[in-house]
């Protein structure tokens, strides 16, 4: 390379990573819109009424990859992207660009996984056997936390049970009689 | 109840004819010849129907309810324990103690041992009864008893053990009927029906053997179903049938002893000199086939543990009760019939008949209740199941008792033949 | 009156018909299995224990309601006999809850009918009212049932359970897959549908084994190295992954590695060698007897004369 170029690759790769520390942009970070404050979670409403979840109150507890798993966030020295993720996932992605989206939705889906679709897929690599569903990713992005702190561990301390719920559940209902349910035999 | 006594001239009948010559009538054969008010009050006055009044009194109405509201008003209605007394005594007790029809069908009409003749039709007898109470225990234990005939001709699943036993006992059944016919036919007077039946006995014997072979078997294979739930020492994949097969010998033949005694004893008016003068000396032999049959079954037990190398249970508890069972139930009566075979006590080898008959019950219910589920909580029957057993017993006897007075089993019918 | 000219000819007939064969080889031993045959790979780590499954099967299968609700979980506490809940005439399914010592929280553990490859239910019954359907679950027709109990007897794993309180309509519940409102159509079953934690997944059995063991691969300290239900009674379609030694978890690890049938194989293999020896056997018996009779009665004849 002529001096001239690498003295412009130098200055390049300076300014970039100068860049890096410019406040409130990191590797890899896009820039989202701010989070609200309150978001209501009715997507799988069904024995459940919606979450009523207070997103600022957990951005305050959490890094944003806690949830948004390696999606977004600044990286932390301390509790390092590497750190928090299934080393089974970084074989591959550990060079991967965040996705472009924080829905939880966008990549998990409604309907549970189901080993078939690998096989419908026809991509013989395919390394996903084993993806969760919608139910799952969102239970499993509170539970974990949840009982650690030992709080709202109980199913209707998040999300109330519906009317169907409580049919199903076979709950009695305030006078103290059993509420109808299928029918016998 | 001695009626020889108190009638002595026209009962007890054993021809169509009266001394007078005039022929019986089917009614005055029913009531034993006598007017049907003295039947009633030698009836009335026998404490042992006192007794099984009794037992009816709360027995009837137990079926009722079992009948009318379900199987769980009188048993554990247990998911874990299926099976119960019913089964455990109706079908796997008293089906290996009727297996006398086949054995002295065979040794009778197959080996040509025309000696046991005397005792023959009682044996046939004892084997048709036990097995047709066995299907009325299986009546009443089995969920939906109206569809019994269901594996025949409704829906069959061919591979399964318990087709086998149906059909064998369904079929074998009709063998003994026919078998025993020949003493209704004599006593009826239908000479001609008889006869078909002599002629077709020897195929009716190999019949009953190839039968009573295999669902004797079979009922022991069916715990071959589950292999995890007996206790080792009384499962043995290979052995489970044989174990039962084998056993099912002495117990048939201890049968006949019991029976035979309890009619040499209080039935003495109804048998004929024919069978008085050789009851003894056929408990005897009996006794000595029972003898051998058992250290046959003691050797193959042994076998049986040593082939699964269980040797170890029998240190614990288990193995105790084990040995208990062997002990009492089979290595006993072996010795007390093999000390009244050699010197020649009836009395002896009537005492190890009985012990061998209570043995055999003892293993077929430690092999369905006692040590089945061995790993878990031990079922107790409720008292409801009991008392119906014992009901259905008490029917059997009074049937027993029945044909016994009237038909020629214990007596050589003096009429045409 | 059989003689032995009637009886060769008897025997020679009967031989010939017994070997001209009438039945063909067996299909029944070159069968691998249905290739889409399902199942649902049960995963003891993820299961919270909220019995939304139970509350589920009660809805889909339309049984009678339980004596508590479903979000009660006093029912972990509940002893019968000493033993945990177990799935009975009114329930499909129940979720206990276990105490393992090798981890520090409890474990929930779903038990209903495991739809073995090879039922023993189906092997046991004397009126063929078990199928094994081509999408894996192992069904029951009540309406040929005679109610003989003998598949409670078989199932190594105590599922099924009998409708005692009925008197005229007595019959085994017991979890049939949802085949008939669900798996007929590929759908999954309701149980599954309704974990909020996936602790239930439904597939193609080969793909669920080929899924739990890379669980397993993937998560070597989580699980503990065998799938409850490969290999189990000859192979169930619902299979099991445990954190914790399965016999911590309630399940019973003596069950034998093959179908309950191959017990009763050789016994029935008998059968035919009975009906065809012991006629042949025993009329030699008596053919042997009544001529030593016969020739016995011959001599004291002679002596008398």
Redesign the interface.
């Known amino acids: 390379m002529k001096f001239e170029h690498r003295k412009m690759v130098i200055a390049m790769v300076l300014l970039l990573a100068g860049s890096c520390f410019a406040p409130g942009i990191s590797p890899g970070q896009y820039q989202y819109a701010p989070p609200p404050k309150e978001i209501t979670i009715d997507y799988l409403s069904d024995?459940y009424g919606p979450v009523q979840y207070n997103h600022e109150k957990h951005a305050q507890r959490a890094d944003c990859q806690d949830c948004h798993h390696h999606t977004t966030g600044p990286e932390d020295s301390e509790r390092p992207f590497r750190k928090r993720v299934?080393p089974?996932c970084l074989v591959c992605h550990e060079q991967s660009p965040p996705s472009e989206t924080v829905s939880c939705k966008q990549c998990h889906t409604r309907q549970?996984?189901?080993?078939?679709e690998?096989?419908k897929s026809d991509n013989p690599v395919l390394y996903h056997?084993?993806r969760?569903?919608l139910?799952?990713a969102y239970?499993?992005a509170c539970?974990p936390c949840h009982l650690e702190k030992r709080t709202h561990t109980s199913?209707d301390s998040c999300h109330a049970l519906t009317e169907k719920g409580r049919?199903?559940?076979?709950?009695?209902d305030k006078t103290g009689q059993?509420e109808s349910?299928?029918?016998?035999? | 109840m001695d009626i020889s006594i108190q009638y002595k001239t026209s009962v007890p009948i054993v021809s169509h004819v009266k001394p007078d010559g005039t022929a019986w009538t089917l009614k005055e054969k029913l009531w034993l010849g006598m007017p049907f008010q003295d039947y009633k009050r030698l009836a009335l006055k026998n404490p042992v129907n006192w007794v099984l009044l009794a037992i009816f009194a709360v027995g009837i109405p137990l079926l009722l309810m079992r009948?009318?509201?379900?199987?769980?008003t009188v048993?554990n209605?247990s998911?874990?324990y299926?099976?119960g007394v019913f089964l455990g005594f109706g079908l796997f007790g008293m089906v290996p103690l009727s297996a006398s029809g086949f054995l002295l069908g065979?040794t009778v009409?197959?080996?040509?041992?025309?000696d046991f003749l005397p005792i023959e039709r009682l044996a046939l007898l004892n084997g048709l009864l036990g097995y047709f109470f066995a299907v009325v225990y299986l009546l009443i234990d089995?969920?939906?008893?109206w569809?019994?005939y269901?594996?025949m001709i409704?829906?069959?699943?061919p591979?399964?053990?318990?087709?086998?036993?149906?059909w064998h006992v369904a079929t074998y059944l009709s063998v003994q009927i026919a078998e025993v016919s020949s003493a209704f036919f004599e006593w009826i007077g239908w000479l001609k029906a008889k006869r078909f039946i002599k002629a077709i006995t020897?195929g009716l014997?190999?019949a009953g053997?190839?039968l009573s072979?295999?669902h004797q078997?079979?009922l022991g294979?069916?715990?071959?179903?589950?292999?995890?739930?007996v206790h080792p020492l009384w499962f043995s994949?290979?052995y489970?049938?044989i174990h039962f097969f084998c056993s099912a010998i002495f117990a048939g033949l201890s049968m006949v002893i019991v029976s035979s005694t309890i009619c040499k004893h209080f039935l003495r008016w109804r048998c004929d000199t024919r069978f008085l003068g050789s009851v003894d000396d056929l408990t005897i032999k009996l006794g000595k086939g029972c003898a051998y049959a058992m250290i046959t079954y003691l050797v193959i037990k042994m076998i049986g543990v040593a082939h699964d190398n269980d040797w170890a249970y029998l240190f614990t508890g288990w193995g105790q009760y084990f040995l208990l069972e062997l002990g009492v139930g089979v290595f006993l009566p072996m010795l007390l019939f093999a000390f009244g075979v050699k010197h020649r006590s009836a009395n002896l080898v009537r005492f190890a008949a009985f012990n061998a008959v209570l043995g055999i019950i003892w293993n077929r219910l430690n092999v369905a209740l006692i040590c089945f589920n061995w790993r878990?909580?031990q079922e107790i029957p409720r008292w409801q199941e009991l008392w119906i057993t014992l009901t259905i017993l008490a029917v059997y006897f009074v049937v027993y008792r029945f044909i016994l007075y009237r038909l020629p089993i214990l007596y050589q019918w003096q009429g045409q033949r | 009156m059989?003689n032995r000219r009637h009886f060769m000819k008897g025997g020679l007939a009967a031989s010939t018909i017994g070997a001209l064969g009438l039945s063909k080889k067996s299909e029944a031993a070159d069968f691998a299995g249905y290739p889409d045959s399902m199942g649902v790979l049960v995963d003891l780590s993820?299961c919270?224990g909220?019995?939304?499954c139970e509350?589920?099967c009660?809805?889909e299968?339309?049984?009678?309601?339980?004596e508590k609700?479903?979000?009660d979980f006093s029912v972990f506490e509940e002893l019968r006999?000493?033993?945990k809940r177990?799935?009975?005439?009114n329930t499909y399914t129940v979720v206990n809850s276990y105490d393992p010592p090798a981890l520090d929280h409890p474990l929930f553990r779903k038990i209903q009918c495991n739809h073995c490859l090879e039922p023993?239910c189906l092997?046991?019954?004397?009126?063929?009212?078990y199928t094994k359907t081509p999408e894996g679950a192992v069904i029951y027709?009540p309406d040929?049932?005679?109610?003989?109990?003998?598949c409670?007897?078989?199932c190594?794993f105590?599922i099924?359970?009998?409708r005692?309180?009925?008197?005229f309509?007595?019959?085994i519940m017991k979890c049939v897959f949802c085949h008939d409102t669900r798996l007929r159509e590929g759908k999954?079953p309701a149980c599954?549908?309704?974990?909020?934690?996936?602790a239930l997944?439904?597939?193609?059995r080969t793909?669920?084994l080929?899924?739990g063991k890379?669980?397993i691969r993937?998560n070597p300290e989580s699980y503990v190295n065998h799938i409850y239900g490969e290999h189990e009674a000859g192979g169930t379609a619902w299979m099991y992954l445990s954190p914790a030694p399965f016999e911590q978890a309630g399940f019973?690890t003596?069950?034998?590695n093959e179908p309950?049938?191959n017990?009763?194989k050789?016994?029935?293999s008998?059968?035919p060698m009975?009906?065809m020896i012991?006629?042949a056997l025993?009329?030699g018996?008596?053919l042997l007897?009544?001529r030593?009779?016969d020739n016995t009665s011959a001599a004291t004849q002679d002596n008398e004369e």
């Not at chain 1, 549970?112 to 078939?116: T, V």
């Not at chain 3, 299968?61 to 339980?66: A, E, F, G």
């Not at chain 3, 997944?201 to 193609?204: A, E, I, L």
């Open positions: 024995w299934n089974a549970q996984f189901y080993p078939g690998v096989v056997i084993d969760t569903g139910k799952r239970h499993q539970m199913c049919q199903a559940y076979q709950l009695q059993k349910s299928g029918q016998n035999e | 009948y009318l509201g379900g199987l769980d048993t209605s998911d874990d299926p099976w065979t009409e197959i080996f040509d041992r025309r089995v969920g939906m008893p569809r019994i269901y594996p409704i829906s069959l699943g591979a399964a053990v318990l087709f086998l036993v149906a020897l014997t190999i053997i190839i072979t295999l078997g079979a294979a069916l715990f071959n179903y589950a292999p995890t739930k994949a290979s489970n049938w878990m909580y | 059989i993820r919270i909220c019995r939304s509350a589920a009660n809805s299968q339309q049984l009678p309601p339980p609700p479903f979000n006999h000493g033993q177990r799935p009975d005439e023993a092997t046991s019954c004397f009126v063929n009212a027709n040929v049932c005679v109610g003989c109990r003998n409670m007897i078989a190594p105590y099924p359970a009998f005692y309180s009925s008197a309509q007595p019959r999954p599954v549908e309704s974990c909020p934690v996936e997944t439904f597939g193609r793909d669920l080929a899924m890379q669980r993937q019973d003596t069950v034998p309950i049938l017990y009763v050789d016994f029935l008998f059968v009975v009906l012991w006629p025993f009329a018996f008596h007897a009544k030593k009779n």
